[in-house]
């Protein structure tokens, strides 16, 4: 035993390097530590919980569910067709802290996320599972259990339940997991109340998702859907799909040489990262996110291509309105070591062997991380002068293949409240090529020159999207005004009677 005073501190500290152990106590933790896991969720990141875990048995479709009684929400479903579990396995899984092994391509890791997630949001979590030629079972825990007793449910009604549950009666295998008591559920018995509360909590969560599992989803290998059914009179929803929504999806760079790999050395590996440049003023969803774009510039940590934490410079660089186009994707599925994660795997911390690498980190040419900063500056300072003044349009509508209406969309501000121009087909009965409906917000074409200008491609309503993008360019704005004075009138004559002479040549020809 080794013992040093500081008498010069202004407090006295005895120091005991190594404290010698004389008995031991089991000292079961307080059930009531269960109401404190999970507090930094929100119902978004605990849905990401479950769906992660959906993910890692292998599904392929998986269903968000809203189950009302008498139009009042009343408990959540998260239904997967993945392998289900055995009655030892499920045992483990409502098991709080228990790890199994997980292979490389896994999403979970602390062996927390089903509990901690779901009693983040509900007092009542319910697990059926089915695996392939296995019966139903099924465990329930209260978040107020006084003692960790799991209820073990009748297997009948969990085999009824399992075997009604739309993706788990195609495959034969899977799980549902209920939440009951949901705490942020509203109580009101006013529908419209109701009503507001799930749509936008379903567009909320499919937002997140739809970020979250872009890589996954866009693979294809997954769907997820989500839908609201009320119970009482069995009617449900329509469901709506998760769509990906990539934070790096842009048509076209905003800087040449971008995307570019820069290498961070650590601890003898390199770490790959792919900066890329946004184009600016784009008005993506995947750029805007939801929210500004501003924020969320930085580092987008992916493992397993999950994506982990939207943004953040982590100390690598200062946030700023300039470096908005900047983004940086960086895989560290085979370099896990090299980040704390949140248990709620909604937020990364680097480690600082990691942070150092990343600001000196160099792609092959040469670039450095500072250069690709500055660079990303100087494209959002150009594209601020060369953009600025670009209109306001109105939105591009049906009739307009819709690669090119997200061209416009990311391309062009959008005027709010406006309904959108349709281009469209009709027989006029004269040899214009088209003629303006305002009123109906139409652009209606000729269709004498239809098979013309489709030549041997089949007629549809998303036909000639060529020729309909330089149509939306040349006439949005005779839409968007509420007068059309004469200067537009003119220029309406003039393009119809060079279109009409060139449809007439392509028709002659
Ligand atoms: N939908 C599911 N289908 C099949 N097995 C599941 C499902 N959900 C959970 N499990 C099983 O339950 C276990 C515990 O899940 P839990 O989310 O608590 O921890 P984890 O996924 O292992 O780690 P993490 O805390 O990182 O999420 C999982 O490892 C898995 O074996
Ligand atoms: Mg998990």
């Not at 917000?441 to 239809?450: G, I, Q, V």
Request: hydrophobic content about 40%.
């Amino acid at each position: 035993m080794q013992a040093q005073r500081w008498s010069e501190a202004t407090y006295e500290v005895t120091w005991i390097t190594d404290l010698d152990a004389v008995d031991h106590r089991v000292l079961p933790p307080d059930p009531d530590v269960l109401t404190a896991i999970g507090l930094s969720h929100d119902l978004n990141s605990a849905i990401a919980d479950l769906v992660d875990n959906s993910v890692d048995a292998g599904a392929t479709s998986i269903l968000i569910r809203f189950v009302l009684v008498d139009g009042k929400p009343r408990s959540l479903l998260v239904v997967d067709d993945g392998r289900g579990m055995s009655d030892s396995q499920l045992d483990q899984a409502m098991t709080i802290g228990r790890r199994r092994s997980y292979e490389g391509s896994d999403l979970g890791h602390f062996g927390m996320g089903l509990k901690s997630a779901s009693f983040s949001q509900a007092d009542i979590l319910t697990v059926l599972t089915r695996a392939a030629e296995a019966p139903g079972i099924g465990r329930r825990w209260s978040r107020h259990t006084r003692d960790f007793i799991c209820d073990v449910i009748d297997s009948g009604q969990a085999e009824q339940a399992l075997a009604s549950a739309g993706p788990i009666a195609n495959s034969g295998h899977g799980t549902i997991v209920r939440w009951d008591d949901v705490r942020e559920f509203p109580t009101s018995d006013n529908p419209a109340v109701v009503d507001d509360y799930i749509s936008r909590t379903t567009q909320q969560i499919r937002a997140h998702l739809g970020t979250t599992l872009h890589a996954l989803l866009e693979q294809g290998k997954v769907t997820v859907t989500i839908d609201a059914a009320d119970v009482t009179d069995g009617s449900a929803g329509a469901p709506q799909t998760v769509e990906a929504i990539d934070p790096f999806g842009y048509r076209r760079s905003g800087a040449r040489g971008y995307p570019k790999t820069l290498w961070a050395e650590v601890d003898h590996r390199r770490i790959a990262l792919e900066c890329h440049i946004w184009p600016a003023r784009s008005e993506a969803l995947g750029f805007r996110l939801g929210g500004a774009a501003e924020q969320y510039q930085g580092l987008y940590f992916y493992r397993n291509r999950r994506l982990l934490e939207i943004g953040g410079w982590k100390s690598t660089a200062i946030p700023h309105r300039r470096l908005q186009l900047a983004r940086v994707a960086i895989d560290v599925s085979e370099n896990i070591d090299l980040i704390n994660m949140n248990m709620e795997k909604s937020a990364v911390q680097p480690k600082p062997s990691l942070l150092r690498g990343i600001e000196k980190a160099q792609a092959e040419d040469g670039t450095s991380f500072s250069d690709y900063l500055r660079d990303a500056e100087s494209a959002y300072k150009l594209g601020n002068t060369r953009n600025t003044g670009r209109p306001q349009v109105v939105p591009p509508g049906p009739g307009i293949a819709p690669e090119v209406k997200r061209a416009i969309l990311e391309e062009l501000p959008i005027l709010g409240g406006r309904e959108p121009v349709a281009i469209r087909w009709k027989r006029l009965d004269n040899t214009d090529f088209f003629e303006v409906d305002r009123r109906a917000a139409t652009l209606w074409l000729n269709s004498r020159y239809r098979a013309t200008v489709n030549g041997d491609r089949r007629s549809s309503l998303n036909d000639s999207p060529l020729l309909k993008a330089a149509l939306y360019l040349l006439l949005e704005d005779i839409f968007r005004g509420t007068a059309f004075g004469p200067r537009d009138k003119d220029n309406v004559e003039l393009w119809q009677a060079v279109l009409s002479a060139a449809a007439q040549a392509e028709a002659d020809h």
